[in-house]
């Protein structure tokens, strides 16, 4: 399953106006969540949906030129980045719905070398272990931009829920998936709450 996340640096104080002007831009059958930083080193929202069919290159050009679609809201990020992910085999297809009021968006930077290979054949192995504790929205690896990154998108009832789940997932032994700290290059970790309008919530 083919996704692009689009991630917007928005401006101190500006959160609010942004998502009531983002929810006409976005809403529609594309949109798979979207969401903002609660815990993090500077407002961001993030926004999913799935993937174009073809890309549009001249329509993108043309919108950025004229300030149009996400770029309305110029005014109010410091940047707007748009990047096309593939969700990893072993996982299924992204299903929209209830499942958390708190989700975490970790995103890694990955060694060039292998490292892209390596990691799909880790959560192969114990992706069956961690889906018994809990949902996982997506892990998906980027097609464009950086790369390689991971992204993992997590939903949680609560933060303390967040905490049980990973100790009990750690205390089996095979969880997080093998030789994550060898290959990854650097690691961030936010967490967001769901916008209203966002399908995933």
């Given amino acids: 399953m083919f996704c692009e ?17 983002l929810e006409s831009l976005v809403t529609g059958p594309r949109l798979l969540g979207c969401w903002h930083t609660v815990l993090g080193n500077e407002p961001r929202i993030f926004i999913l ?10 329509g993108m050009r043309q919108k950025a030129v004229a300030n149009l679609g996400l770029f309305e809201l110029g005014d109010l990020a410091s940047t707007i980045c748009v990047d096309t992910y593939a969700t990893l085999p072993c996982l299924p297809d992204i ?12 995103t890694y930077e990955l060694q060039p070398a292998k490292a892209l290979e390596l990691a799909h054949k880790g959560w192969a192995d114990v992706i069956d272990v961690r889906l018994g504790f809990a949902p996982i929205t997506t892990v998906m690896h980027s097609v464009d931009g950086l ?16 905490q049980q789940i990973r100790d009990a997932a750690i205390a089996t032994g095979f969880w997080p998936p093998k030789g994550g700290a060898d290959r990854n290059q650097v690691m961030r970790t936010e967490i967001a709450v769901p916008a209203s309008f966002s399908p995933l919530r």
């Fill in 95 to 106: 299903k929209t719905g209830a499942f958390g009021a708190f989700y975490e968006i970790r």
């Fill in 5 to 21: 996340l689009t991630t917007l640096s928005i401006k101190a104080g500006a959160v609010k106006q942004a998502l009531a002007r």
């Fill in 49 to 58: 949906n799935r993937g174009e069919p073809s890309s549009d290159n001249e």
């Fill in 147 to 162: 790369i390689p990154r991971l992204v993992h998108i997590y939903p949680y009832r609560d933060l303390a829920q967040r």
